[in-house]
Nanobody, 124 residues
């Protein structure tokens, strides 16, 4: 069982940066591939980025590639999403998710545990 708590969201202007954090409970964090997803108003939840449990694979959605960076600190049971050059279209609730020994899929249904989400709003 893993519990996930996101933080770091807020209201920013276009071009600004934010760093989201997701703290996980449990002693097996290093065994989980971690993903970030987002859901904008009236939209489906979509994949943003993932980091393989080994740390060696980090797929990104095309819409964030080059602007967002996912990382993890297994000693702190935390995964991060550094978001730079934010755009109004990045406005969404951001969720982190965990997939035991996952391969870093972009399919949300592959992830077993989810956080409650943190709101990111980017004004133009």
């Amino acid at each position: 069982q893993v519990q996930l708590v996101e933080s770091g969201g807020g209201l920013v202007q276009a071009g600004d940066s934010l760093r989201l954090s997701c703290a996980a409970s449990g002693r097996t964090f290093s065994s989980y591939t971690m993903g970030w997803f987002r859901q904008g108003p009236g939209k489906e939840r979509e994949f943003v980025a993932a980091i393989h449990w080994s740390g060696g694979i980090t797929p990104y959605a095309d819409s964030v590639k080059g602007r967002f960076t996912i990382s993890r600190d297994n000693a702190k049971n935390t995964v991060y999403l550094q978001m730079n050059s934010l755009k109004p279209e990045d406005t969404a609730v951001y969720y982190c998710a965990a997939d035991l020994y996952g391969v870093g899929n972009q399919n949300r249904y592959d992830y077993d545990y989810w956080g409650q989400g943190t709101q990111v709003t980017v004004s133009s």
